[in-house]
């Protein structure tokens, strides 16, 4: 339950997405893979909130388990517009981490997006959000894509956005618990690279897929089961370098009743389908 002191906090939203299909075309000389792919904004994530100070120090109100401060994407973020901007100003972040870490729904990347949106308007610091998906580029591929807040096609290595607008569905996410890193399977020799473009006009589910998906189901037995056992209920997949895997369902009640069926071995959560994040919702509250 939270606290008195957090009920106070105003609370930034971190949201998740998902790669509805990822499909990589090919690869650059600089080791870069060319993908494509729809990166669906859901309504579920993390929350940050941020205690603005005087004294020019950035720092975590507690250290997100497994992440030493100095390599939290939230505190690189913050500093990074720091120096950018050449603010004076100082903050202590407050993390309500919900979303599995390194699960391929983004959670890093979407915080380092929430930090760079928000504190850019606590600091009263002005960058354009051009600005900021341009500084975040350098935190992550996926961080300019949360900075924008829409749901989107992407194309190039991630960074060419078009939004998109989806029917809203629904999508239960499933963790299969296994850590899946993006840049091995990046490295892996016998993934396939050889995808032909597609134009977005013509996108339809049924014609894309994860070109990651098999490599990874063949290293995760965990990632298949989970796999096999949601296609029973609903069209599922696995969503960008994994393992987080997802069904779409066309209600909240379908897709809540199928989360009620998981199996206890595998961590799970229902979101809504949205073409605008919340966090983009809440910066406009701020306009
Ligand atoms: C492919 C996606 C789809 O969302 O996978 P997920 O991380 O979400 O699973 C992302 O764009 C990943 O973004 P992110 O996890 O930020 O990747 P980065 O830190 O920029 O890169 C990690 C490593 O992945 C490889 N990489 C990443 C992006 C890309 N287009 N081609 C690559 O080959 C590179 O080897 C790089 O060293
Ligand atoms: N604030 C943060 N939240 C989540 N992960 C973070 C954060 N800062 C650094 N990381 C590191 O980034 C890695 C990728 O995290 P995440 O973005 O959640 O996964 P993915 O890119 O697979 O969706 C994590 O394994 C973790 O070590």
Request: charged letters at 20%; one cysteine or more; aromatic letters at 8%.
């Amino acid at each position: 339950m939270p606290n008195a002191n957090s009920l106070k906090k105003d609370w930034w939203p971190s949201p998740a997405k998902l790669n509805v299909f990822l499909h990589i075309l090919g690869r650059l000389d600089n080791g870069y893979h060319q993908l494509q792919s729809l990166f669906q904004m859901l309504d579920y994530g993390d929350e940050l909130a941020f205690d603005i100070t005087n004294d020019g120090k950035i720092t975590m109100a507690s250290q997100l388990e497994g992440v030493r401060d100095e390599d939290n994407l939230i505190v690189k973020a913050a500093k990074l517009l720091a120096k950018e901007a050449n603010s004076p100003l100082g903050v202590t972040i407050s993390l309500n981490k919900r979303l599995p870490m390194g699960g391929g729904i983004g959670g890093g990347s979407s915080n380092a997006a929430t930090t760079l949106v928000a504190l850019n308007l606590l600091w009263k610091t002005g960058l354009s959000e051009d600005q900021l998906a341009d500084l975040g580029l350098a935190l992550g591929a996926d961080v300019p894509i949360f900075v924008r807040g829409k749901t989107a096609f992407a194309g190039g290595v991630g960074e060419n956005i078009t939004p998109a607008e989806q029917q809203e569905k629904w999508y239960l996410v499933a963790n299969p618990g296994v850590h899946v890193s993006t840049a091995e399977v990046f490295q892996a020799k016998d993934l396939p690279r050889n995808t032909p473009p597609i134009q977005w006009k013509d996108y339809i589910f049924e014609e894309t897929r994860n070109d990651c998906q098999q490599l990874v189901a063949n290293c995760h037995p965990e990632v298949a089961k989970l796999l096999q056992w949601l296609l029973h209920y609903a069209p599922s997949r696995m969503t960008g370098t994994g393992a987080c895997v997802f069904a779409i369902f066309s209600d909240k009640a379908s897709a809540e009743h199928v989360l009620a069926l998981l199996p206890n071995a595998w961590q799970g959560f229902v979101a809504k389908g949205v073409n605008s994040s919340p966090l983009l919702n809440k910066k406009e509250q701020y306009k």
